[in-house]
């Protein structure tokens, strides 16, 4: 079945530590997204990529790094330089259009102690 | 730059009485909307869409809604709800000149449906 991956569901570090999120998908689309999630926030962009070795800052990107080395892959890093790393973390891709559904992954929680 | 306001932080209704989720946008340029339904702990799906035609659009599960360009609105409406609709309601806009699906999103409504 085609879909985003998100690995793993749960995730608890100390602080300080790096970490990373991943996400894969199988179904074929260039552009790949990651927004973080807080009670009453709505959704918020931290990057964007619309193609394999480029990617773009969103509204939150400090903080967090990613990488697009494959079309299907784009994994988040949250690094000890972010503040509040505490949350709901979802992946979403597209196919290069701006009226196009976005399909989302099941979410990583992540949980600094 | 777009941006959403959900007017409804939490909405709580009973079984098989109707709903309806207010949406407003703010945008210098035309743009696309969506609605899309997360239950807990789990990604967002896609409820409805808006591109073009009819402003009256039917989604998935029983859902549809309005969208006025006069008002930029873009409500959500059921007609009779259930206990499985209880979940995190989700308006977004994105703009129709750009050739990246980027979303912006408000807040969310809270749909708690009571038995």
Redesign the interface.
């Given at each position: 079945d085609g879909g985003?991956t998100?690995s793993p569901k749960y995730l608890f570090r100390k602080e300080g530590q790096n970490v990373t999120l991943s996400c894969e998908q199988n179904l074929n689309h260039d552009?790949m997204?990651w927004?973080r999630q807080d009670p009453?926030?709505?959704?918020?962009?931290i990057y964007?990529s619309?193609i394999v070795n480029d990617f773009q800052k969103g509204d939150i990107a400090e903080g967090y790094s990613v990488s697009r080395e494959k079309k299907e892959s784009f994994p988040l890093t949250v690094t000890s330089a972010q503040k509040n790393p505490t949350a709901f973390y979802?992946c979403?891709s597209?196919?290069?259009?701006?009226?196009?559904?976005?399909f989302?992954?099941?979410?990583t929680?992540l949980t600094v102690v | 730059a777009q941006s959403?306001t959900q007017l409804d932080?939490q909405v709580p209704v009973f079984e098989e009485a109707p709903v309806e989720l207010r949406c407003n946008y703010s945008s210098s340029v035309s743009v696309?909307l969506?609605w899309?339904v997360q239950y807990p702990?789990?990604?967002?799906?896609?409820l409805l869409?808006y591109?073009s035609g009819s402003t009256l659009v039917k989604g998935i599960n029983g859902f549809e809604a309005e969208f006025n360009k006069s008002q930029t609105s873009f409500h959500l409406r059921k007609p009779s709800v259930h206990i499985s609709d209880t979940a995190e309601y989700?308006c977004a806009v994105?703009?129709?000149?750009?050739?990246?699906?980027?979303?912006y999103?408000?807040?969310?409504t809270q749909l708690t449906v009571w038995p």
């Open positions: 985003i998100q552009a997204y927004y009453g926030q709505g959704l918020r962009l964007y619309q979802l979403a597209s196919i290069f259009y701006s009226g196009a559904e976005a989302f992954g099941q979410g929680r | 959403v932080s696309y969506f899309y702990n789990q990604g967002l799906q896609l869409k591109l989700f994105s703009a129709q000149s750009s050739t990246l699906g980027r979303l999103f408000g807040r969310g």
